[in-house]
């Protein structure tokens, strides 16, 4: 048998042989040698040792992990249906040329997969292209679609903080001809309700537009060919400050001191309806049609979050770039806020949770005949969300339930599985959601401590007595009081019982 230290010396030979570049049916046949006896090393029983971990930047989920992570989703896709949402689906990979050109400066950032078939593929970055590739190709001019799936970035994670390799997007986006900025308003009361609902603490919405920051650009004196990859440097605020980002302007992508410090001007202002008035009387940005589009466009939708009632928690932040090449009309994004101390008035960003904007170009690039389809749609950033709840639920130790049965069947004597079976079968046919434990005759004492540990709220106990009787006795494991039910209204009343908030 084969031990470490001769593979050792047999993997140097070989490794000697390449470097002397001998003969290669010499080399052929001193690997083969390696080979079989790396092969009976590990037949060795308990030499060879998996490495067991998953791989960078992604992670298992317990069952009170998924647990809080369906309250999440439910929350989020009962918004979803409440806006009228229709749901697809689409492939975890797509076609290279599809996502290619579609990220700008993230597009390092997609996963290549190798050549399979014939076909160049790569995973799906985000749900946006996808959608768009979707609507080009089924010819659809009008729909309003949620989708919630995972999505790849070779990304560096930060796992603590919420970002993964691979992750959740919960997207909601509506498609078609529109009179402007209704549908944009509808996204914002979206993330609005969802992280109302979810009680993450305070929040604001911060929202710019496309073509008011290409508009601030062209007067700031940015050449055409600079305006996306200085949009990337913006879209960096919310990281660092100013002087680094002017530095990275100047420094590493070739612009002037003078539109950078332009730029600077603007990029450092934020309000409401005040400030859109404002801009509206600026005399270098209300000459540039782009931006008095823009500016129009951002009254409107003032306007209308004003009907909605959430003005409150927007605010339009001339810093918000969102550096992805396909958004050309509104754009925003929700971030949490935290208080830096309890006499400070001032509030802190911990982050983003969710985002979007109008992207009216993307299905004119997959369409053979470049026909339009404007769309505007939000993306809720469910992993840092789900990161807060986690860690919310760790501190408060608060008991989460991984199941939602409703009732254990139980028998208080030896000898009746079979009637413990014959009654569960009864409640799962009737739709209750039942379990017993899997031993012939296990004592009652360890039977309610099972449903204490796990939550159940109820037991239905069958003994000799309550068979010949026709009962079962059901019991609130909380309160301990038990009464006897008959057999046919024992499903109504475990429905009741359950049914109280």
């Not at 650009?217 to 605020?237: E, H, N, Q, W, Y």
């Not at 806020?337 to 949770?353: N, Y």
Request: hydrophobic fraction near 40%.
């Amino acid at each position: 048998m084969a031990d470490e230290v001769a593979v050792r010396a047999q993997a140097e030979t070989v490794r000697r042989l390449k470097q002397d570049k001998a003969d290669p049916d010499e080399i052929a046949k001193e690997v083969a040698k390696l080979l079989e006896m790396k092969a009976q090393i590990g037949g060795d029983e308990g030499k060879h040792k998996f490495v067991l971990k998953t791989p960078k930047g992604t992670r298992d989920y317990s069952p009170k992990q998924m647990a809080i992570r369906e309250r999440v989703f439910n929350a989020i896709i009962t918004c979803f249906k409440r806006h009228g949402a229709e749901v697809i689906d689409t492939p975890v990979f797509e076609l290279k040329e599809t996502l290619t050109g579609k990220y700008g400066e993230d597009s390092k950032l997609i996963y290549d997969l190798k050549d399979q078939g014939g076909e160049l593929l790569s995973l799906r970055y985000d749900l946006t292209v996808p959608f768009a590739r979707y609507l080009a190709m089924n010819k659809i001019t009008n729909i309003k679609r949620y989708h919630i799936a995972k999505v790849y970035r070779r990304d560096n994670p930060a796992m603590t903080r919420g970002r993964y390799r691979e992750f959740y997007q919960c997207d909601f986006d509506i498609a078609g001809q529109f009179d402007p900025m209704i549908p944009d308003a509808e996204c914002l009361k979206i993330v609005h309700e969802i992280l109302s609902d979810l009680q993450l603490g305070d929040f604001l919405i911060k929202v710019n537009d496309r073509r008011i920051l290409d508009g601030m650009f062209a007067v700031c004196g940015v050449p055409d060919s600079k305006f996306r990859t200085i949009c990337s440097s913006v879209d960096k605020l919310d990281k660092m400050p100013w002087e680094e980002v002017r530095s990275e302007m100047v420094g590493e992508k070739g612009l002037s001191p003078e539109a950078a410090d332009h730029i600077g001007e603007y990029v450092q202002l934020h309000g409401g309806l005040d400030l859109i008035e404002r801009l509206l009387q600026d005399p270098k940005l209300s000459q540039n049609k782009l931006a008095k589009e823009g500016l129009g466009d951002m009254k409107l939708l003032f306007e209308y979050l004003t009907l909605f009632g959430i003005t409150g928690k927007i605010s339009f932040d001339l810093s918000l770039a969102r550096g992805l090449d396909y958004y050309t009309g509104v754009i925003f994004e929700a971030v949490l806020l935290q208080q830096e101390d309890d006499h400070v008035e001032e509030s802190v960003s911990v982050g983003s949770v969710a985002g979007g904007g109008r992207y009216d170009g993307l299905v004119g690039m997959f369409d053979p005949k470049g026909r339009k389809v404007p769309c505007v749609g939000v993306s809720i950033g469910i992993e840092r969300i789900f990161s807060i709840l986690e860690q919310r639920v760790e501190a408060s130790e608060e008991k989460i339930r991984t199941t939602e049965t409703q009732v254990l069947v139980a028998s208080a004597q030896k000898k009746l599985l079979e009637e413990r079976l014959k009654l569960i079968a009864e409640l799962w046919d009737a739709g209750i959601k039942a379990e017993v434990l899997y031993k012939k005759n296990p004592k009652l004492l360890n039977q309610l401590q099972y449903c204490e540990e796990t939550g159940i709220p109820l037991v239905a106990i069958v003994g000799e007595q309550e068979l010949k009787d026709g009962v079962v006795k059901l019991r609130d494991v909380a309160t301990r009081e038990e009464v006897n039910v008959r057999r046919e209204s024992l499903v109504e009343e475990i429905r009741m019982r359950t049914s109280r908030p």
